[in-house]
């Protein structure tokens, strides 16, 4: 079966630092892809970012990047330059599987 | 071009009751999957179908159920309401033969109380 973990429900982050969001997961797949999707306050979920396991370049999307360490089953997200309108919450997720989330707050 | 559309947008059933919900996914997506999001349970997978097949399930009760037509959209129904299915219902349609190689699109949502 396929899980994924995010252990730290919330965080908190001062605008222009830098956050990372930490998620485990579990599959006997060697090949897959892990995702991280950003749900503002009341809009729609949206991707961030994602990686393909085969690729072991981490992914890269102008603020966001991953930390994704195969063998130890780990896909973190750092956001570097934090903005206000960053402020969401976070979900890993491997296929169509989704942790529970991380809420991140940003603070002026 | 257009998202995905999901409604009603809000709806409060009784227990006992049945609900159904609607989705429209973007124009030439042809899997949609759906996803029910409580609080600190984050999104729980509830099934996914391509090309009006099921082909994937979570693990929820039988009174979850869904369909999806010839022209992709998707109904997912759930029977016997209990206090415990208020949730976030979400849908999301990919364009990839496979939800696990693409983005998923996600809908608005369908928030449903259950009194």
């Known amino acids: 079966a396929q899980t994924v973990t995010q252990s730290q429900p919330e965080m908190s982050v001062q605008e222009a630092e830098t956050v990372t969001l930490s998620c485990t997961y579990d599959t006997s797949e060697s090949d897959y892809y892990l995702f991280w999707y950003k749900q503002p306050p009341s809009r729609q979920m949206i991707l961030v970012i994602r990686?393909?396991?085969?690729?072991?370049q981490n992914a890269t999307e102008n603020r966001f990047s991953v930390n994704f360490q195969k063998a130890a089953k780990s896909f973190s997200l750092k956001i570097s330059d934090s903005q206000l309108g960053d402020a969401a919450m976070y979900f890993c997720?491997?296929?169509?599987?989704f942790g529970a989330g991380t809420r991140l707050t940003v603070k002026p | 071009k257009a998202g995905v559309t999901q409604t009603p947008r809000y709806l409060i059933k009784t227990r006992g009751q049945q609900v159904t919900l609607s989705c429209s996914p973007i124009s030439g997506h042809r899997s949609v999957s759906w996803y029910q999001q409580t609080p600190g349970q984050g999104l729980q997978f509830l099934f996914e179908y391509f090309s009006e097949t099921q082909r994937n399930k979570g693990n929820f009760p039988g009174r979850f159920s869904g369909r999806q037509f010839s022209n992709s959209r998707s109904e997912m129904n759930v029977s016997t309401l209990e206090l415990g299915d208020s949730a976030l219902y979400l849908c999301a349609s990919s364009s990839g033969t496979a939800v696990s190689t693409g983005e998923l699109f996600f809908g608005e949502g369908s928030r449903l109380t259950v009194l």
């Open positions: 990686q393909e396991a085969y690729k072991q």
């Open positions: 997720a491997l296929d169509m599987r």
